[in-house]
């Protein structure tokens, strides 16, 4: 039996939202996430979603299930989802347009001999999860 069933990576991150349909959709528009499947509840409710970024993978679904809250219950992000995209500064530059949250300007960083440097930034989304984005520079 293989680790992961095909079409997932090994890891992959779940947000909990308020409107999470509203969440999906400005993901897609804003960062450039593809549905791959929406699973609708009762009520309106969305039981599960898959969303890709190439081979990343995110499921958003409605808060309150099984005692889960999103950032805006919580009073702020409790964590914070790391991307790496081809052009960090277009990138930006979708989000922005879209309303994301700019909490760290873009900028590159450069961790020395040895490492490596990338170039991004950070922001939070409409439900008030923490995103970074970054390209690889060295």
């Known amino acids: 039996m293989k680790p992961t069933p095909a079409g997932w990576p090994r ?3 779940s947000l909990y939202c308020e409107d999470p349909r509203a969440e999906i959709d400005w993901l897609v ?5 593809e549905v791959r499947l929406v699973v609708d509840g009762e009520g ?4 599960h979603s898959e969303l890709t970024f190439g081979d990343a993978v995110i499921m958003v679904g409605s808060a309150g299930k099984t005692g889960t809250v999103s950032p805006r219950t919580a009073g702020g992000p409790t964590g ?6 081809d052009d960090a500064d277009a990138h930006l530059a979708r ?5 994301a949250t700019i909490t760290r300007e873009i900028a590159t960083t ?3 001999e040895g490492y490596w ?4 930034y950070a922001c939070t989304d409409p439900e008030g999860h923490q995103w970074y984005f970054a390209h ?3």
């Open 29 to 33: 528009k804003a960062f450039g996430f």
């Open 110 to 112: 450069d961790y020395g």
């Open 80 to 85: 914070g989802l790391f991307l790496y995209v």
């Open 136 to 138: 690889r520079v060295r």
């Open 95 to 99: 989000a922005a347009a879209a309303g």
């Open 11 to 13: 890891m992959s991150a």
């Open 44 to 47: 309106g409710r969305v039981e």
């Open 117 to 120: 440097s990338d170039r991004g």
